[in-house]
């Protein structure tokens, strides 16, 4: 089953332009909401993370909003540049699964975005 | 430091024939993961190891077999392979009980079952 649900499947946007990026969970468990950037040939690498009581973290460009009652998130990009051009991939992560904090994550489907000069 | 590393790179096989995907990481890391990564489906998790000497099943776990053989390794073995196997496999580790969403991923085994 899918537990976290993103959109849009793929973006394309102009340089200078906002890239948005949608998801939405059901495991209400999840302690940490993080996306990942994957650029072609190399694995994900973790771009930015926020907790449920958090409504917006900002790290330079990236910013996610978090809305714990509707139980979605997104990552904003503002100004995008060409070196943007990557999948994108959100997550869920409880910290404690059973006890344990296993740390598994549960991946979006990711979103191949685009960036035009 | 080299992070995670993988073996190989890129692998054919035929329809049910076997073989081992090699995962080292060198930052002392706990927790070690098998990923695959197929178009439209994102990322799923098929095993995973919590600490050295623990294994447990993800997602997606038929099929496949793990061995934590130490803290540093973590192979991902597939005994008999179906071309639904096709996929990009990634091998990635954490140190869960401090930064539980933070994973390092390995460069990736491009896998082509025909």
């Known amino acids: 089953q899918q537990q976290v649900k993103q959109s849009p499947q793929s973006l394309i946007v102009q340089k200078g332009g906002i890239s948005i990026i949608n998801c939405a969970y059901e495991n209400t468990a999840f302690d940490y909401f993080p996306w990942y950037q994957q650029f072609p040939g190399k694995g994900p690498a973790l771009l930015i993370a926020?907790?449920?009581?958090?409504s917006e973290k900002k790290e330079g460009r990236f910013t996610i909003s978090f809305n714990k009652s509707a139980k979605q998130f997104s990552l904003h990009i503002m100004d995008s540049q060409p070196g943007d051009s990557a999948t994108y991939f959100c997550?869920?992560?409880?910290?404690?699964?059973?006890?344990?904090?296993?740390?598994?994550?549960?991946f979006g489907q990711g979103t191949i975005l685009t960036v035009h000069p | 430091n080299a992070g995670v590393t993988q073996t190989p790179k890129f692998q054919v096989l035929k329809t049910g024939q076997s073989m081992t995907l090699q995962c080292a990481q060198d930052?002392?890391?706990?927790?070690m993961y098998w990923y695959r990564q197929d178009p439209g489906m994102g990322l799923r998790l098929i095993y995973y190891?919590?600490?050295?000497?623990?294994?447990d099943k993800g997602e997606v776990p038929n099929g496949y077999n793990v061995s934590r053989l130490n803290k540093r390794e973590f192979s991902l073995r597939l005994e008999s392979a179906a071309p639904s196997q096709t996929s990009v496999y990634f091998c990635?580790?954490?140190?869960?009980?401090?930064?539980?969403?933070?994973?390092?991923f390995g460069p990736g085994t491009r896998l082509t079952v025909t």
């Open positions: 997550a869920g992560a409880a910290f404690n699964a059973g006890g344990t904090s296993y740390g598994k994550l549960t």
């Open positions: 190891s919590a600490s050295e000497g623990t294994t």
């Open positions: 926020i907790r449920p009581d958090v």
């Open positions: 990635a580790s954490s140190e869960a009980r401090y930064l539980p969403y933070e994973q390092y």
């Open positions: 930052m002392n890391h706990n927790s």
